[in-house]
DNA sequence: GTCTATATTATGATAGAC
DNA sequence: GTCTATCATAATATAGAC
């Protein structure tokens, strides 16, 4: 087994544990039984625990990114590339009610941490999609400041939806706020 | 000292640091120094840290009740009592910046414990919330299912503009976007 | 009821053989 | 690079004197 694959494995495991646990409730003895990799070769790949979630952070990163470009190749108007976003809610419908969204799960506990840099690092994911977001809303031909105001908002109520969602474990709930920000996101098309 | 005294004094440590720095995250010798209370003590007082927590969890429900009952005989109008909920986040602004909301912050780490009886008990809170809500939807003359459903929107609107605010640590917007659930509510109105 | 001392266990982290 | 054994620490929880 190459370094590479051990390496891929904890942070795979890392990256869903997380996610399902938390990262402080995720200890290094639950990452080896998810990953099959012994516990102490984490530390020849990774010099902390802190290290192994901001290697997580930055593919989380990488994956949203991938995505996001992906979308403005793939989804000509940016009106169905919002559509496209907010639909991600109801695909990942049975993670996001289980466990709650992962991004905001992150921006939470991390928020709370004594070491602020891992806060931020939580923050550049949601800085990714806001910024993203705010430059569809430019191409609908809203001004720079009122885009910036309504991807937060679109973000705002989208964490919103999910973090009511997984208190009540509905996903009907779910589904239908999410046609609700849909009818929203329609007003500003035409 | 007498014995409620101390036993209030944990609580009120307690509701504070399991909001600030999460409940996992707050040890008892933690608790021992905010409160004063030798950590010895606690098992006095509480059989285990959980029980701690259900205890905290049921202040806050007492809290919450009161609230919103004083406001049904203080507040005549049922659109104004909604105002207040909503202005809430504004007067709490600086706790809510900096710490997120305290419901919030429990219900997303208790849903990721493995005990589902202390996601339960947060749940509760929400529900109170979300209840009273209902109630004065349904005074402002929509049909129960309808005030049910704005009930969770007004809800998961205050979620996520206070998630996404404490993320940013931007009163700004909390403020803004605050204003914007104001204009939405207002529609409820006429 | 209050406090100190301690048991117990789990965790992050390390040492060193292979 | 991989794996086992182990350390050091911090946390929950308990025992028992006062």
Redesign the pocket.
């Known amino acids: 087994?190459?370094?590479s694959?051990?390496?891929q494995k904890i942070i795979t495991a890392a990256r869903r544990t997380f996610y399902e646990r938390g990262y402080e409730d995720?200890?290094?003895?639950?990452l080896a039984e998810v990953s099959g990799?012994?516990?102490?070769?984490?530390?020849?790949?990774f010099?902390?625990?802190?290290e192994l979630l901001a290697t997580v952070l930055r593919a989380r990163v990488e994956s949203v990114e991938g995505a996001l470009q992906s979308w403005s190749t793939s989804i000509p108007m940016p009106q169905e590339r919002l559509r496209r976003f907010v639909r991600m809610l109801t695909s990942e419908k049975e993670d996001l009610v289980r466990f709650g969204c992962p991004m905001g799960s992150l921006l939470m506990e991390l928020g709370k941490k004594r070491q602020p840099e891992l806060h931020e690092q939580a923050r550049t994911l949601l800085d990714i999609y806001v910024g993203w977001a705010a430059g569809q809303f430019t191409e609908l031909g809203q001004k720079p400041k009122a885009s910036r105001i309504l991807a937060e908002r679109l973000l705002s109520r989208c964490q919103g939806v999910v973090l009511i969602a997984h208190a009540y474990g509905d996903t009907q709930l779910l589904n239908r706020e999410v046609r609700d920000i849909e009818q929203w996101l329609a007003g500003f098309v035409c």
């Open positions: 087994m190459t370094a694959s051990s390496r995720t200890s290094f003895a639950d990799v012994p516990k102490g070769n984490f530390y020849y790949h010099k902390s625990k802190a």
